[in-house]
Structures are given as C-alpha cells and as structure tokens.
C-alpha cells in the first residue's frame, strides 16, 4: 500500500509549509467568537489566511452566532463570507428548533436560494432534541433535496446522542447524516461503530478538542475510509492539529486521500 504521498504530507507539516501532497476540505468549520474563549482571528479573511497556511483548499462553514444567540444572522454572517471567497469558503444554514416551523421554512429557502451547501444542527445549543417534531421540517428539506446535515454529537446524552442521530439517518434514507466530532473519543467512536453498521447514510467527523492516541486509525478501521471526514472546527480550534492527526497516522495515501477531501467531494457535490 502506498504511503509516498503521506511522507511528502509529513515533510510539509514539519516544515510549517502548505500541504500539497492531498486535497483537503475542511468539513466542520465556524465564523466568528465564542463566549469565553479567546479567538483573535475569527473572520472569514482570517480563515482563508490560515487555510492558505496549511493548505486546505476549501472549508464549509456555519457562524457561531447561529449555534448560539441568533440563527438568522449568524446563517447572513455566512452568506457574506461565501460571496466574498467564492468556493473557499461554502456555507451550512444553521436551523434552531424553537422557532416557529414556517420560520424555519423561509430560512432554509433563503439560504439555499443563496447557495449554501448543507444544513447544521447543534441541539446541544439549541437545547433541544435532534429527534424532536421541530427538527423535521429541516429533516424533510434535507431528504427531499439529498443534502448532508451535519450534527453535534456526543457519545451519550438526551439531545443529540450519536445513536439518536443513526436513527434519525434510518428514517430520512436521502439525507447524509454528518455526525460531528464522530461522539468524542473512544466512547464517541465505538457508538459511531454500532451506527455505522445499521445504516449507510451516516458519516463521521473528525473535528474535536482533544487527539486521543490511535482514534484516527480506528475510526477509519470501524466506519470506514470512505464515510470518515476531515474537519478541524476553526477558528474555534487551530486545524494545524487536525492536520498533524493525519499527517502522522497510519493512513494509507488511499484512505488519506478519501477522508482528506475525496470524501467531501462527493456528499457534499461539490
């Protein structure tokens, strides 16, 4: 199994230099501060910039305004980072479940009208379940138009559990179920195991806070290369991290290329 293209990746990291040896999209990304933490560089200008650094070639992004105080300007605060970066930054309408569903309704329109890409849930935030009747308008927006709804997901949990999200894969078949940051952990990564084995539409993040030892490489093990995605949540995080996890895996320059950006390629259309 090759692996010529992982050692030029590596070199790349180690020199503080682009990657060039893979394409990769970015699939779990934000726009904007966060309360209590420290984000200086926090603009879609400074994204691109870093991304330019590291060598990602496109991200899909949703503000953190949407997950948190206000969906509809947070979803306008990506709209105007996808018109002024074309193609480098592409864009999730973020929904909130506590508004009304004819809300809800004209937002998702309005959004795709204006060429966002996917649909973004954070029931943690939003306080509400990811199976509850107030998700389903967006649930049968994303199924009838076979978009990718991306999910915060935990391990456990009443609100957004990653079994709670493979169920709500099996009954919306034409949606792609992005489970974010694949549960957390170990945990995380086994219950995204069980999910992976009852239904094919549901793929499986990266993005996360921590790099426990070896979880790349069971992750990819136990879902799949062809359903695990790269993604870093900047500029909530430094993706240099998430380039390093992949940089210094075990991943064959096959898997690499899948889950670096083949694999968004293809669920997102892009």
């Known amino acids: 199994m090759s692996c010529k293209n992982r050692q030029k990746m590596r070199q790349e990291a180690l020199e503080g230099r682009a990657v060039t040896a893979f394409e990769i999209i970015d699939g779990h990304t934000h726009l904007g501060y966060w309360h209590n933490f420290n984000i200086p560089w926090r603009t879609a200008a400074d994204m691109v910039r870093v991304m330019d650094k590291v060598g990602v070639k496109s991200c899909i992004s949703t503000a953190h305004a949407g997950i948190s ?34 809300e809800l309704r004209d937002e998702l329109n309005r959004c795709f009208d204006a060429g966002m890409t996917a649909i973004k849930y954070h029931p943690t935030c939003h306080r509400y379940p990811i199976d509850g009747d107030r998700y389903r308008v967006a649930w049968e927006f994303a199924d009838r138009h076979g978009l990718v709804v991306l999910t915060h997901a935990e391990s456990g949990g009443s609100l957004c559990s990653v079994a709670a999200a493979g169920r709500c894969a099996k009954a919306y078949p034409n949606t792609k179920v992005l489970i974010g940051h694949s549960g957390f ?19 499986f993040d990266l993005a996360a806070s921590t790099a426990n030892l ?26 240099r991290m998430q380039i390093g996890r992949l940089a210094f895996s075990s991943l064959t320059d096959d898997q690499l290329t899948l889950v670096l950006g083949a694999n968004a390629r293809r669920i997102f259309g892009l």
């Open 69 to 102: 105080a206000e969906y509809r300007d947070g979803n306008t605060e990506v709209i105007e980072a996808m018109r002024a970066f074309p193609g480098r930054i592409l864009g999730y309408c973020t929904i909130n479940p506590n508004y009304p569903e004819s």
């Open 185 to 203: 952990g170990y945990d995380g990564a086994r219950a995204c195991f069980e999910v992976a084995k009852e239904v094919s539409n549901a793929y």
């Open 214 to 239: 070896d979880l790349v490489e069971k992750l990819v093990e136990g879902v799949g290369a062809d359903r695990t995605l790269f993604g870093t949540d900047l500029p909530f995080l430094d993706s």
